[in-house]
Structures are given as C-alpha cells and as structure tokens.
C-alpha cells in the first residue's frame, strides 16, 4: 500500500485544522496584545528561533511590551515579560491559570498522564499535591537540613581530596554537585545514597531527564501541534512505538526505585506516601511517578543553580561579593569548624547570593508554561480561550522597577534589607533559620507563580545555603587550567545549553582550600559514607511529627 495519500490527507486535516484554529476562534472587542506580525496559516512560527528563545523573547518585549501574543501554527502563546504582568494573571488570577498546555508525546504518551509538572489543574493533580504538601512544608523542609548537612561535608571532602590530585586543572564541579543533591533526594525519597555519582539509578534518571527535556521541546513532534495526528493507527504514528518504551524505562526505573525506598531501612517519603489515605487510590505506577517526578525536580535544578554560582562566582567574584562574604563567614564561623544551618541568621549575605543566583540565571530561564482554558482580558488587551501563558523568567528576572539597575550584573546586595543594625526590635527568624529581616521582600521568580509555583522551593533554599556557605568558607575558584593551552579559560557568563532547565557549558574549576585550616576542619569532619542516614531520616521524621 502506497503512503503518499495518508500524507496528502494528514497535510490536508492539519491545513483545515490550522485555518479552523485562525478563523474560528472567538472575537473579542478587545485586541490581542501586540507582537511581531504573524504570517497566514504559520502565525509566527517562523520568526522564533531554534535556540535561545528565552532571550529572543526578552528582545521583543522591550519592542512589544509587557505581555505580547505569538501564534504559534494558530496556538495563542502569550508571553508575560514583567514581575507585575506575571503577578497579576498567574499568582492573583490563579483560578484560570493554573493549568498547563496539552504535551501529547512527553505527557500523554510517554508517561501516561502521570507527570506531576504536566498535569492539568484538575482533582488528579490536587490528590497528588495533598500528599505531597505535609512533606514539603517550611517545617519539614527544617527536619531534612541534617541530611543536607551531612551531603555537603561529603562533598567539600570529596573535593578537598580530588583537588590534591588535580590542583589547578579543576574538577568537575558539576558531578560534585549533582552527586550531592542527588544523593540527599534519593536518600529522602527511597532511603538509599549515592555515593559516586554513577550509580544505575542516578544514570537512568539522567537519562529519563534528557528524553523528557527532548520529548517536551516545542515542535519536537508534529503530533504536539496537531494532536488529531494521535488518532492514526500504530503503523502511520511512530512515535506511539517510541513513546511506549521510553514509558517502559521510565515506569521500571521509578517502581523499583520505589520498592528499594519502601524495603529500606528507616524513615522516607516512599514509607510516609504508601501510608497516605491518597494513595489509597493510586496504582503502584501512579504512587512511583508521584515520587519519581518529585527526585527528578529536585535533582538538576539544585545542581544547575550551584553551577551558575560557580560561574558568578569566576565571572564576577574577583570585585567585591566573594571577599564580602568569606570575611563575615571567617568573623561569623571562624577557622575551626564548617558553617552549620546555626550560624544561617547571621548570613543574610549568603542568602542573598542564593536568591541573586536564581535571578541572574533563572534555572528554568524560559519559564514554565501555564495554560487558560477561559478568555480573559488584561491591560485592555483579549487574552483568547486556550492561551499558553508563558512568563519568560529572563526578562522577568531584568525588571529593573522591581530589582533596581544594572540587573545583568551579579549584585547579591540588592537583596539585603538597608539597615537593619540600627533596629531595635528582635529579627525574625524562620523555621529554617533564615533572616527574613535583614533580607529584601523580593519577588522570587525562578520557582515560578500561582498554584503551579515550585513545591519544594524550601527543601531548596536550605540546599543552597549550606552548599554556598562551605563552598565560600572553604575555597577560592578560579576556572581550571586548560591541558592542551596551559591557560585558565575565559568563562562567558552567557554560554549555556539548551534545554528546559540552562546550564552553563562544561568547565573544570579549581576549588583551592583558602588555607591549611580548611584541610584540616574538612579531615577532622570526614567522609560521610559510614554515617547512619536511616537514623538521620527517622529523626526527621519524628521532628516533622512534632511540629
Ligand atoms: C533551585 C532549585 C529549584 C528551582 C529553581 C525550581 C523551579 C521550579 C519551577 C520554575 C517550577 C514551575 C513553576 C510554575 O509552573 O510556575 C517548579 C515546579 C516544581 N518543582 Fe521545583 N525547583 C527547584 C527545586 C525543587 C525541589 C528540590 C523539588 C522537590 C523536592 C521541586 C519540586 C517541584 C515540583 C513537584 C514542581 C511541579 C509543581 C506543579 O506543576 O504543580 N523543585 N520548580
């Protein structure tokens, strides 16, 4: 049987359907907001770029305003460029715009409607956050720093070791912290470690990542612009093959992760969310995803923020912000024991370098995209039924009305509240130990808005500042020397990956110990790897009971 006409008809349906899509939609007094002129049939597919879109994005909102509308094929795709656009339509109209854009290849197909980021707004979605939420609270995120704790002081040991062998070539400082950040989610989640960084586990999750980060790539499959396509037959539609058996490693990876979890000694959220009266309803794939997506979020976004770190810190660390902060940890901790979670209310700064790291490169740079089932209107403009909301975090992130000037400069400063010696009146300090008072009520972005705003953004927070407190204590980086030049390499603040989260491009560092003293505290803490973290998890568990 020939397949050119099952082409000419598929090309025929999608050409009806696009036209239907331009021609059919409601009308509304109100004009669409503005944006680059769209082409007939195409809209404005053409005109966005293959790569850095995020930062295309950024250009032509400086042309075209706060909130401009693309038609992507006949898709409305609005994109919101300003703290206080983003605000007012996904944190204070939340009600409409919590939903998300129908992915059929990466969240129909490939894993089956169960893809926590990919869910609709619906009572699915809602049963899944009410047995996630009590593990994700501001207090029990306190209840895990010990094991955060503990996966820190590995990886300065780690690192002090490795660079007595490397010295100024560097090491990979990402594997470091990915083994970390790994490792303390997988340890929360299933109750086991990791303590190399290339375990199976870690391996297959990685990989998992990178097909989801494919699969989801806008215009990856046709089937995503046209989902009609769907209702071929398997011989016609090769990607159904293809999405059953990435479905298949992800299903066997997150099952047997979650059997170790439930086999395991000691405390986890595998044991707690069994025992939850949601999962009552929920078949073993359904509860092993939930987890499964929960380790996957927090394990790169963790680990590309601490990589921008790295570069801010070789970028722009040679001025003032490096210097600032190693003198208040050597006046705050001294030179004989590692920062502790204890010392966190009198490092605002260190926190104010977390919070300008997620701003000055947002992990998920493009923004995660939202979706309204209803129209809408905003600043006199129609916002149409079945709109992609997009907040492109870049641009957001550039806002100078909310995070002052020179906003492509790393400037953690911008954080901190003026003044705040000079009050008499007792800081507030939170669950987790951080100084809301000498720090700035400033909009934190990169974890997103509304209902669908990061979930484990605590959990976070914490990891950042333990990981930047010792990292800044115990080193002085500088980018490693290049083997075949003999010279340090220029490291581009810009140079990052594609993807849906942005790393920057590989590079070694040298983590250099600022002193003897740092060899020594870091020996005397030690390796980690004989620590008992099944008595740390019930520990935790017993002080989120408390509480
Ligand atoms: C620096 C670290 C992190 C960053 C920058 C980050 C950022 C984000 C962003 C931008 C979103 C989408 C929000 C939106 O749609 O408006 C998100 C969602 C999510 N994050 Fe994170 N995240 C981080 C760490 C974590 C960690 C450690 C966990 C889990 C322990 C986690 C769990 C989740 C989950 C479950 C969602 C899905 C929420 C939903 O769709 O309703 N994240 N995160």
């Known amino acids: 049987m020939s397949l050119i006409p099952d082409v000419k008809l598929i090309l ?168 970390a950040m790994a490792s303390f989610i997988y340890a929360l989640n299933y109750g086991f470690r990791l303590r190399t960084g290339y375990e199976q586990e870690l391996l297959d999750g990685k990989r998992v990542q990178g097909e989801f980060a494919r699969t989801g790539q806008v215009g990856a499959y046709l089937v995503d612009s046209f989902p009609t396509l769907n209702h071929l037959p398997r011989f016609l539609a090769p990607w159904k093959r293809e999405a059953d058996e990435l479905y298949e490693l992800e299903r066997q990876l997150h099952v047997g992760n979650l059997n170790k979890g439930l086999a395991s000694p000691g405390w986890n959220f595998s044991k707690h969310m069994k025992k939850s009266p949601e999962a009552q309803v929920m078949s073993e794939e359904e509860l092993a995803f939930d987890l499964g997506i929960l380790a996957d979020a927090g394990l790169d976004t963790s680990t590309v923020a601490l990589d921008w770190f790295i570069v801010a810190w070789i970028t722009s660390g040679g001025s003032t912000w490096v210097r600032k902060a190693q003198a208040l940890l050597d006046e705050v901790v001294g030179k004989d024991r590692l920062p502790t979670f204890e010392d966190r209310p009198k490092l605002a700064l260190i926190d104010a370098i977390a919070s300008e790291t997620l701003r000055w490169r947002p992990v998920v740079v493009g923004g995660v995209p939202h979706f309204t089932k209803v129209e809408d209107n905003y600043m006199g403009y129609h916002i149409p039924a079945n709109s992609i909301v997009l907040a492109n975090a870049f641009a957001i992130t550039r806002d100078e009305s909310v995070f002052g000037p020179e906003v492509d400069d790393f400037v953690p400063e911008r954080w901190l509240a003026e003044d705040t010696a000079s009050t008499k009146s007792e800081p507030s300090i939170d669950v987790c130990g951080m100084n809301t008072t000498a720090l700035k009520d400033l909009p934190q972005t990169g974890f997103g808005f509304g209902r669908r705003i990061c979930t484990g953004r605590m959990i976070a927070r914490n990891q950042l500042f333990i990981q930047m407190a010792r990292m800044l204590w115990a080193f002085d980086v500088e980018a490693g020397i290049d083997e075949a030049t003999g010279q340090r390499p220029k490291i581009d603040p810009m140079n990052c990956t594609e993807g849906f989260v942005t790393l920057p491009k590989p590079f070694k560092a040298e983590m250099r110990p600022r002193g003897d003293w740092v060899r020594r505290v870091v020996q005397q803490a030690g390796t980690t790897h004989g620590t008992d973290h099944a008595e740390i998890l019930n520990q935790a568990s017993k002080e989120r009971e408390r509480s």
């Open 12 to 179: 025929g349906a999608v050409i009806l359907l696009v036209t239907a899509r331009l021609f059919l939609g409601r009308r509304s007094s109100h004009p669409l907001p503005p944006g680059p002129k769209p082409a007939p049939l195409i809209g404005n597919l053409h005109q966005v770029p293959k790569s850095l879109q995020w930062f295309h994005l950024y250009h032509w909102s400086k042309k075209y305003g706060p909130v401009m509308h693309l038609s992507m094929g006949g898709q409305p795709l609005v994109i919101l460029s300003t703290h206080q656009a983003a605000h007012d339509l996904l944190n204070r109209r939340s009600s409409k715009y919590s939903d998300r854009p129908r992915m059929v290849m990466a969240g129909e197909l490939v894993t089956r409607g169960m893809h926590m980021l990919l869910r609709q707004y619906d009572d699915r979605y809602r049963l899944h956050q009410r047995m996630e939420a009590p593990l994700l609270t501001l207090r029990s995120a306190s209840s895990y720093r010990p094991l955060q704790d503990m996966e820190s002081q590995q990886l300065l040991f780690d690192v002090v070791g490795e660079h007595g062998e490397t010295g100024a070539k560097g090491v990979d400082f990402h594997h470091h912290f990915e083994r």
